[in-house]
């Protein structure tokens, strides 16, 4: 099966700085990678997602990129703000639109320094 | 118009007892899953159930009994509970041929005492 490792666990980073999540995923069938944001007490919901088949995609200030050669993409938040505080997880799949769901990375507490 | 709801939101209880938790989505959608997250927030699938057929029961013991009586529906029982089994647990449904996006209900956050 997929495995999803995520760096870094937690990140603390200034108000207005950019954050960087890395994810590394072990099988290279997989071919959907969304982004999924847990506020403190809520849902896990999507932000942003990235299909095999384009490298880089960006939405406002956050942005994804994906590296298919060496099984790795990444979150790339800019000019963040005290409500991107949250915990992030990366996750794949091998079959998009499948009933296979998601494997999680074990998630990166982001935190926003004022 | 809550897309996936799941009861109930809080659940303590003791030691041996069996437990259920409900979930229902009103989205459609042809796929539900039930997620474990742990104290260190890992999240990780439990089962996935495709048009009430299921489709992946990772390596969960079996005193945790999916039930799934219409694809509307996907409930979870719980016999002889473990300290161990304290979690909050998400229920999620996904349409087959999208994008796989999950839809996660609120969380079920279960305390064995």
């Known amino acids: 099966g997929e495995n999803v490792e995520q760096h870094p666990s937690t990140l603390s980073v200034q108000e207005g700085d950019s954050a960087v999540i890395k994810c590394t995923y072990s099988d290279s069938a997989s071919n959907y990678f969304p982004w999924y944001k847990q506020e403190l007490g809520k849902r896990p919901q999507l932000i942003i997602d990235?299909?095999?088949?384009?490298g880089e995609k960006k939405d406002q200030r956050i942005a994804v990129t994906l590296n298919k050669t060496a099984k790795h993409f990444s979150l790339h938040i800019t000019e963040t703000q005290p409500e991107d505080s949250a915990v992030y997880f990366c996750a794949a799949t091998l079959r998009e639109g499948g009933a296979d769901g998601l494997t999680f990375g074990k998630g990166t507490h982001l935190i926003i320094q004022p | 118009d809550t897309a996936v709801s799941q009861t109930p939101k809080y659940l303590v209880t003791q030691m041996g007892n069996d437990k259920s938790i409900k979930c229902e989505q009103n989205l459609g959608h042809d796929t539900m899953y039930w997620y474990k997250q742990d104290s260190k927030k890992f999240l990780k699938i439990m089962f996935s159930?495709?048009?009430?057929?299921?489709?992946i029961n990772e390596t969960v013991p079996n005193r945790f009994s999916p039930k799934s009586p219409d694809k509307a529906h996907l409930n979870l029982h719980i016999n002889s509970l473990e300290l161990g089994d304290s979690a909050v647990y998400f229920c999620?449904?996904?349409?087959?041929?999208?994008?796989?996006?999950?839809?996660f209900g609120e969380g079920s956050r279960l305390t064995v005492l």
């Open positions: 990235i299909r095999s088949n384009v």
């Open positions: 159930y495709n048009n009430k057929e299921l489709i």
């Open positions: 999620a449904s996904s349409q087959q041929g999208t994008t796989g996006e999950l839809f």
